[in-house]
């Protein structure tokens, strides 16, 4: 019986107590994959945050096959905003509150059983983290790109602080609101921290050269730095960071004032204090205006202050990516400007594969990408561009259709689908609905026959097992060795590019192919099965080759394909509904009928047109078409 349930707890006990995915480097090869730097907010997880993280484990896992340092990491992007709201309208502190969060996201992630590497783990809130967030503030002070000015500002009274464009709202009646409790938000002069993005505009633009994403994301990115020439004047639509916030749950400046105003680099650690009372201060300053005791300061005699202001929290994620690379397991971080952090950049950077939201597009990627440049003119880091391959994951929208949200009440619960079906069935099944880029509605139904595949497989390999499917080293099987080689090649260039739908597509006829069988003449047709799938679905295929007396799946190596042992050709069949083409599939010459018309199905573009509908008929021409007749 296939028992998701102790299958996996075993499994990802084993991974985490063995350290399985710890990152090595002692390879010439190197692979680094990155996550969206997650915010650990109070309601944890829905299923369409999974997606992009089963995407980048896929790679990661596929990568350590082929002979790869992989580097996997997670963190937490954890000031904010949203955390000190919650924190002031329930009397916790965001601190205590934050850690909570934290531990509900990583028992969630690691209920996915995804590879990560968890000594890597960071948090912005880990003040040994944000040292070094203040570090780069400074350098920036010190090399002219960082200045108080007076500037006009999107002000919130209610929340006491200034607010960046992408956090103010329009309502219905035209007015500007934040987007965090829709609070009247006005246009108000104030002196602030600004940054000069301004003047790395043209290596900004320059540096889209360089990178292999999507020709949309490098035009927004063009779009939101604007260059105009007129009549030979330069303009741009890019402005300055406006870089300070009147808040309490951030990064300090490390800025203090002389009784003259003067500014003064303050250059170790300036620490965040625990405070109880965090309301915002009704004056225009943040909270810790009000702890005077840390606000000030006498030095040889000399009285300073310290600056209240806190960064907004972009600062943290502006170069987490580079955390990861220093991060030791002991807690600590290698100093971001020694010789030995630049080494390790060498080795990891850039960062080969970055999956995300599309919300995160634009300007996280821009301020991202700003602090690298200027890292990389102090020569801090040897690349000028961070991320060398950006892929957004489309949307997972709720049954109705509509974007996930509390307040539609349409939100699915991964922990949920985890307990019932297993994170197995969701990790395929998320990669299974359509292509990785576009948005495309949950469905249960076809949930539930993701469910049974994986039972399928289950079943097949008992049959192997128990010697239903007989071990006989005479037979000769020309037609399994051709699927065979072609399903391990289609789904290494199925992974390779990308296309996850259609590589699981494949791995379900060859499957199907296996159920046909009375005998084979060698293990390899199943244990190598399980390692093309493990990707997919790890906790299954660990246990499947456990039970065939095997060893654990990071002793093997990905399997390889033998052009010359193909002999079956593929077939591109179009599907439509109601005679109009709604989507091609790819297919074996040999392809089950039955199999062909269930895979159909299952076709995003497809399932939209018949879901509800009546299924009258099925037009299916060998090796051309399946049209589906409904009403």
Not at 256 to 269: P, Q, R
Not at 470 to 486: F, R
Not at 579 to 593: F, H, P, Q, V
Request: charged share 25%.
């Amino acid at each position: 019986m296939y028992n998701h349930k102790n299958i996996e707890k075993k499994w990802q006990e084993y991974w985490f107590k063995n350290k399985i995915f710890k990152t090595t480097e002692n390879k010439n090869k190197k692979f680094y994959v990155l996550d969206m730097f997650p915010y650990p907010s109070g309601s944890g997880l829905h299923v369409g945050h999974p997606e992009g993280y089963t995407a980048t484990d896929i790679i990661a896992r596929y990568k350590r096959f082929k002979g790869f340092d992989v580097l996997h990491p997670i963190g937490w992007d954890a000031f904010g905003l949203p955390a000190e709201q919650y924190a002031i309208q329930t009397g916790n502190n965001p601190v205590n509150f934050t850690n909570k969060n934290i531990d509900i996201f990583r028992k969630q992630l690691q209920s996915l059983g995804f590879s990560y590497d968890y000594d890597k783990e960071i948090n912005t809130t880990d003040p040994k983290y944000y040292r070094w967030t203040q570090w780069i503030f400074a350098q920036m002070y010190k090399n002219n790109l960082a200045e108080i000015k007076e500037i006009e500002v999107n002000w919130c009274e209610q929340l006491g602080t200034v607010l960046a464009n992408e956090e103010v709202l329009t309502d219905e009646k035209g007015n500007k609101v934040s987007e965090r409790g829709n609070f009247p938000v006005i246009k108000k002069p104030m002196k602030q921290w600004v940054l000069k993005i301004t003047n790395y505009a043209d290596k900004l633009l320059d540096g889209l050269k360089e990178v292999n994403w999507p020709e949309s994301l490098i035009s927004l990115q063009k779009n939101w730095i604007g260059k105009k020439v007129n009549n030979g004047k330069v303009t741009y639509h890019l402005k300055d960071w406006v870089f300070a916030r009147q808040r309490y749950w951030g990064e300090p400046f490390p800025i203090m004032f002389d009784e003259d105003n003067n500014i003064y680099l303050i250059e170790n650690l300036v620490e965040l204090p625990i405070m109880n009372d965090i309301k915002p201060s009704g004056d225009g300053q943040s909270p810790l205006a009000n702890n005077k005791d840390w606000v000030n300061l006498e030095i040889n005699g000399k009285k300073f202050r310290r600056d209240t202001n806190t960064m907004p929290q972009w600062a943290g994620s502006s170069w987490y990516y580079l955390a990861y690379i220093l991060k030791n397991d002991d807690g600590t971080y290698i100093d971001l400007d020694s010789s030995k952090a630049y080494e390790k950049f060498k080795k990891w950077l850039p960062v080969d594969l970055y999956i995300g939201g599309q919300e995160h597009a634009v300007l996280h990627l821009l301020y991202a990408r700003f602090w690298h440049k200027v890292l990389y003119d102090l020569k801090i880091v040897p690349t000028s561009e961070p991320f060398l391959k950006l892929v957004n994951q489309g949307m997972i929208l709720g049954k109705d259709n509509q974007k996930m949200s509390k307040s539609k009440g349409n939100i699915v619960n991964p922990n949920d689908i985890i307990d019932q079906f297993g994170a197995d069935t969701l990790r395929l099944y998320e990669m299974f609905m359509g292509p990785l880029v576009e948005t495309k509605p949950w469905n249960d139904k076809n949930l539930l026959a993701t469910r049974k595949w994986l039972e399928r497989i289950w079943r097949l390999f008992e049959k192997f097992i128990n010697s239903e499917i007989k071990l006989n080293k005479e037979v000769q099987n020309k037609e399994l060795d051709s699927i065979y080689h072609i399903t391990i090649k289609d789904v290494t260039q199925c992974i390779e590019d990308l296309k996850f739908n259609i590589a699981i597509s494949k791995m379900m006829v060859y499957i199907n192919f296996l159920y046909k069988l009375s005998e084979v003449n060698d293990i390899k047709y199943f244990t190598n099965f399980l390692i093309i799938l493990s990707p997919f679905a790890p906790h299954i295929a660990e246990e499947l080759m456990e039970k065939m007396q095997q060893k654990t799946l990071e002793n093997y190596k990905w399997p390889i394909w033998n052009e010359k042992e193909i002999i079956v050709t593929n077939v591109t069949m179009s599907i439509q509904v109601n005679g109009k083409l709604r989507a091609t599939m790819e297919l074996e010459l040999n392809y089950d009928d039955n199999d062909a018309i269930s895979i159909a199905k299952k076709i995003t573009n497809v399932d939209k047109y018949i879901s509800g509908k009546n299924i009258i008929k099925v037009i299916h021409v060998k090796n051309k078409i399946i049209n589906f007749v409904v009403n």
